[in-house]
T-cell receptor
């Protein structure tokens, strides 16, 4: 059974700090790893990673995948209160209709 | 765009009643929709994969007779929670994938969710 573990479970930092969120996984026939931001309702897509070592970047957010260590990180620099959310990591495999297997998420709180 | 809506956004019902939740892709056709459940402070758990015109595929541990899924058209899937009990209280989220997409990854677009409370 595919498994995704995120850490920390929750994180509280001050505005302006940089944070690193972790995601490790066990997947049979890995296809991709995705990061989502969930603020109260539906998750919104951030990144999809399929290759090791290639950083994806969007503004203050960046992410990288290590397929050897089965690990990904999501970095957020110069955090803002609007970054407060639950960040979800999910994986897909080449089996099972590309379904998403989610981790438990990291609840990030940014204090002004 | 790729907008997915859900109706209702919130429902409260009595134990033993059935509740239907709709998931619609508003500006695209979706051959595949997914239904997730999320308990408080927990992650999304896939319940079933719904394919237009065929039976849904349920994940292990999800009772298909309790959670009835109908995907009657390319823009609508419904989830009916039959004989709901308090332990079914949860946040139900659907997602949809575009039909005919040929890129490297066919993204799932999520609906805003439906919060079900069973008294």
């Amino acid at each position: 059974e595919d498994k995704v573990v995120q850490s920390p479970l929750s994180l509280v930092v001050h505005e302006g700090d940089t944070v690193t969120l972790n995601c490790s996984y066990e997947v049979t026939n890995f296809r991709s790893l995705l990061w989502y931001k969930q603020e109260k309702k539906a998750p919104t897509f951030l990144f999809m990673l399929t290759s090791s070592g290639i950083e994806k970047k969007s503004g203050r957010l960046s992410s990288i995948l290590d397929k050897k260590e089965l690990f990904s990180i999501l970095n957020i620099t110069a955090t803002q209160t609007g970054d407060s959310a639950v960040y979800l990591c999910a994986v897909t495999s080449n089996f099972g209709n590309e379904k998403l297997t989610f981790g438990t998420g990291t609840r990030l709180t940014i204090i002004p | 765009g790729a907008v997915v809506s859900q109706h209702p956004s919130r429902v409260i019902c009595k134990s033993g009643t059935s509740v239907k939740i709709e998931c619609r892709s508003l500006d695209f056709q979706a051959t595949t929709m997914f239904w997730y459940r999320q308990f408080p402070k927990q992650s999304l758990m896939l319940m079933a994969t719904s394919n237009e015109g065929s039976k849904a595929t349920y994940e292990q541990g999800v009772e298909k007779d309790k959670f009835l899924i109908n995907h009657a058209s390319l823009t609508l899937s419904t989830l009916t929670v039959t004989s709901a009990h308090p332990e079914d209280s949860s946040f139900y989220i659907c997602s949809a994938r575009k039909m005919g997409f040929e890129g490297p990854y066919n993204e799932q677009f999520f609906g805003p969710g439906t919060r079900l409370t069973v008294l």
